[in-house]
């Protein structure tokens, strides 16, 4: 069993910061890549930043040059730091891994429950 569990969403005025996190925990074998979508109402889920396990990074079109993703030192931690937020980047923001199973060595994706960021004055 592997849990993602993310933290840190809310309210932000226009122009401010957030960081998101997730965590990574349970029958883990290997992580090959970590990252975040988001899901806005009445849209599809798109990809907001990804980070592979050798440190390579996949930003959206619509968040470049102001969300920058990260791994914790442990690697099972992902953080996206997240500046300049607009009305338009409110969504819920989904925490996804492509991870092995250590008890079955089978590789799936996984996904958190989401975390609300709501970018408003």
């Known amino acids: 069993q592997v849990q993602l569990v993310e933290s840190g969403g809310g309210l932000v005025q226009p122009g401010g910061s957030l960081r998101l996190s997730c965590v990574a925990s349970g029958s883990i074998f290997t992580i090959y890549a970590m990252g975040w979508y988001r899901q806005a109402p009445g849209n599809k889920r798109e990809l907001v930043a990804m980070i592979t396990s050798a440190g390579g990074t996949n930003n959206g079109h619509s968040v470049k040059g102001r969300f920058t993703i990260s791994r914790g030192n442990a690697k099972n931690t992902v953080y996206l730091q997240m500046s300049s937020l607009k009305p338009e980047d409110t969504a819920v923001y989904y925490c996804?891994?492509?991870?092995?199973?250590?008890?079955?060595?089978?590789?799936?994706?996984?996904w958190g429950s989401g975390t609300q960021v709501t970018v408003s004055s």
């Open positions: 996804n891994a492509d991870i092995q199973s250590s008890t079955t060595m089978n590789r799936s994706e996984y």
